[in-house]
């Protein structure tokens, strides 16, 4: 057994050796068996020793390849949809993700998702894809050849429901457990009439996992009709003028937005009424705050400190990658601001009253 065992190692090395392994990637083990002329056992018993010294990794979605190691000329490719936002949250990962990058001196390509049109080119040049990308269904060219060139991949999370997940393992926050942390940051503070501001987009629910509607009646029931009534999905164009509207005909106290690109319209809107910030009324956004909004931008984080590293290391990590493959959940919180600070005495007060009864 043990020169069979030899034997099948010492041919497995040739093929690597001698560039026979095409696109690092080893034909299945029935294939490989007949190709060498081993028994499946012995193969096995040589793959195992491979795959202790590091030159191999194997898998059951991924197969067995050729390890980073083997292959230290090639690159990580970092892949982003072109009609993702770029500003706070994908600003903030892209930095994470490259500082890590440099830390652990891999070097990396970036270009638009919509560039991966050949997979057997992909394979021969990186040895792994991290991509990026709200609203993929799973069915874009982009998707099929990332599947064809069976690199190791990691999807940089952006909503709360989708199918890549089935496939790939990612990395986010949850989108739904953020929004109702957010919320309930405001109802200890003691803010009762919230204004939550969606805009119109049938991605919603794929992006939060509920619907505005769905979300008001979950408010009803938990005791909160005033919020319920201020759940609010407004037209992109009119966006203004019917915030204005808004503020006129309710009594609102606190303005919790979608995304801190909506806080910013907000501001404008609040300070063209001649309403303070936060004296007259706070506003909290979703992604990552910003110090250079007057006054700062209060935030639910949307995305973490150990961002880069976790992606870096569920990349690396080959169980990661088994079927179910595995779904890292970040932690979230409020990036602290300037424009949620003041607290709603009063509201503190009704609450604690309607506990007592």
């Given at each position: ?92 990962e ?11 001196k ?36 982009f ?11 990691v ?13 790939y ?26 204004a ?30 005033e ?36 806080a ?14 936060p ?38 990590n080959?169980e ?27 509201g ?10």
């Amino acid at each position: 057994m043990r020169l069979k065992k030899e034997y099948a190692y010492n041919k497995i090395m040739e093929l690597i050796i001698n560039g026979k392994v095409q696109n690092g990637q080893f034909p299945s083990e029935p294939e490989l068996c007949v190709q060498i002329g081993v028994s499946r056992v012995t193969l096995r018993a040589a793959l195992k020793r491979l795959e202790q010294e590091g030159l191999i990794t194997r898998s059951h979605y991924y197969g067995t390849r050729l390890s980073d190691k083997t292959y230290q000329n090639r690159k990580l490719l970092i892949a982003c949809s072109g009609s993702s936002d770029k500003y706070d949250k994908h600003l903030f990962e892209y930095r994470s993700l490259k500082q890590t990058c440099l830390e652990n001196k891999i070097e990396y390509d970036e270009c638009d998702l919509h560039f991966l049109q050949d997979a057997q080119k992909i394979a021969e040049r990186y040895f792994g894809i991290i991509f990026f990308g709200a609203n993929i269904l799973g069915t874009e060219p982009f998707f099929e050849v990332i599947k064809k060139s069976k690199l190791p991949a990691v999807y940089c999370r952006e909503d709360e429901n989708n199918v890549i997940t089935r496939d790939y393992p990612s990395v986010g926050v949850s989108i739904k457990k953020a929004w109702y942390y957010g919320f309930n940051h405001l109802i200890a503070l003691g803010f009762r009439n919230i204004a939550s501001l969606f805009l119109e987009n049938t991605h919603n629910g794929i992006r939060f996992g509920f619907l505005p509607e769905e979300f008001s009646e979950k408010l009803r029931r938990e005791g909160y009709p005033e919020a319920a009534e201020l759940v609010m999905v407004f037209d992109r164009e009119r966006f203004e003028d019917e915030l204005r509207t808004l503020i006129k005909e309710k009594k609102v106290d606190a303005l919790y937005c979608t995304s801190d690109h909506v806080a910013a319209q907000c501001y404008k809107v609040v300070k063209d009424m001649g309403i303070r910030i936060p004296r007259d009324i706070v506003i909290l956004g979703f992604g990552m705050g910003s110090k250079l909004m007057t006054p700062a931008l209060s935030s639910v984080k949307i995305s973490s400190e150990i961002f880069g590293k976790t992606v870096i290391q569920l990349l690396q990590n080959k169980e990661a990658h088994e079927i179910p493959p595995l779904q890292v959940d970040l932690p979230t919180g409020i990036s602290e601001g300037e424009s949620v600070q003041n607290i709603k005495i009063d509201g503190l007060l009704f609450r604690n009253s309607e506990r007592m009864r």
